[in-house]
């Protein structure tokens, strides 16, 4: 098989001449083939889907299963690439796109983006000039949490999909963290500068000088229930309740969350690869800004 700069993929006699080397006796062959193919990359997946419906059955088994490899490898490249920047909003969101499509494709990206689309524009359609932090975070909520009825997720906490942004925008449910980012990317898109809190063991959001749970309807988060959640902690824990979550961070915590949540349900091989996940994000941070996170499922 030449190189594809040599002979364009699909010219004619070149599938026919593909599919005769699939065919052959030789296990070596085979695999030769379909390592050419894998390593064409993105032309190299369309081959192969073009490939398959030619096929006949033992072949075709073959390139399903090349079909495969070339889809995760591919977003395996993606999402890697992803993990090494997570600086600003935009690419936190994008990271939990390629996360949802990553972990159990297809995820439903599109659908849940839509509705934020949807719900920024109503937020933003309710705001007026000279609005306090107060007023602001109650058309929020108005939208989130009564009209569309987002919270946290009591009755299956542990579930995997509530660390999955588009299941948590599709069904309204969700872990602390999870609901917090459908509250600052809606707030984004209405022009609310929604910010993460990263306490110990329950993921907050704040707007202006007002901290809210998300989990609990975007409920209003009082000095005393502050008091009380910094009250014991190390200086450095306590300090993070009162700057912004960094959002490389809260991508890392999503990921311990999930990887937690598969683990619970004894899916090893689905925790495993989430610490693949785990690496390429502490390895980002490692070589740039690295930064502190929090653990556990909040």
């Not at 070339?70 to 090494?84: I, K, N, P, T, V």
């Not at 935009?90 to 939990?96: I, S, Y």
């Not at 107060?134 to 009825?149: F, I, N, P």
């Not at 963290?177 to 898109?189: D, I, K, S």
Request: charged share 25%; aromatic share 6%.
């Amino acid at each position: 098989m030449k190189d594809s700069k040599e002979r364009s993929l699909g010219a004619p006699g070149q599938r026919a001449a593909i599919l005769s080397l699939l065919e052959d006796d030789d296990a070596a062959t085979r695999s030769l083939v379909l390592a050419r193919l894998l390593d064409l990359g993105a032309s190299g997946l369309s081959e192969i889907e073009a490939l398959i419906p030619m096929a006949g059955p033992g072949v075709r088994r073959l390139l399903e299963g090349a079909r495969d490899a070339a889809r995760e490898r591919s977003q395996d490249a993606r999402l890697r690439g992803r993990c090494g920047r997570i600086a600003v909003l935009a690419e936190l969101e994008d990271f939990c796109w390629l996360l949802a499509e990553w972990v159990r494709a297809p995820a439903k990206a599109g659908e849940a983006r839509t509705l934020l689309d949807e719900w920024g524009r109503t937020v933003r359609g309710r705001l007026a000039p000279r609005m306090t932090d107060e007023a602001k975070l109650e058309v929020l909520r108005s939208v989130l949490a009564r009209q569309e009825g987002f919270a946290g997720n009591r009755q299956d906490y542990y579930d995997p999909e509530n660390s999955l942004l588009d299941t948590a925008v599709l069904g309204r449910r969700g872990l602390p963290l999870t609901l917090a980012m459908v509250y600052m990317f809606v707030g984004a898109r209405a022009g609310l500068p929604v910010i993460g809190v990263d306490a110990p063991g329950h993921f907050l959001a704040r707007l202006g000088h007002l901290f809210f749970d998300p989990f609990e309807g975007g409920k209003v988060v009082g000095a005393p229930t502050l008091g009380e959640l910094a009250a014991g902690l190390e200086p450095a824990q306590k300090a993070r309740l009162f700057v912004p979550a960094a959002y490389d961070g809260m991508a890392l915590r999503m990921v311990a969350n999930l990887a937690h949540a598969f683990e619970r349900r004894e899916d090893m091989a689905q925790a495993s690869r989430l610490g693949r996940v785990l690496d390429w994000l502490r390895h980002a941070q490692a070589t740039g800004d690295a930064r502190s996170v929090g653990t556990g499922m909040s």
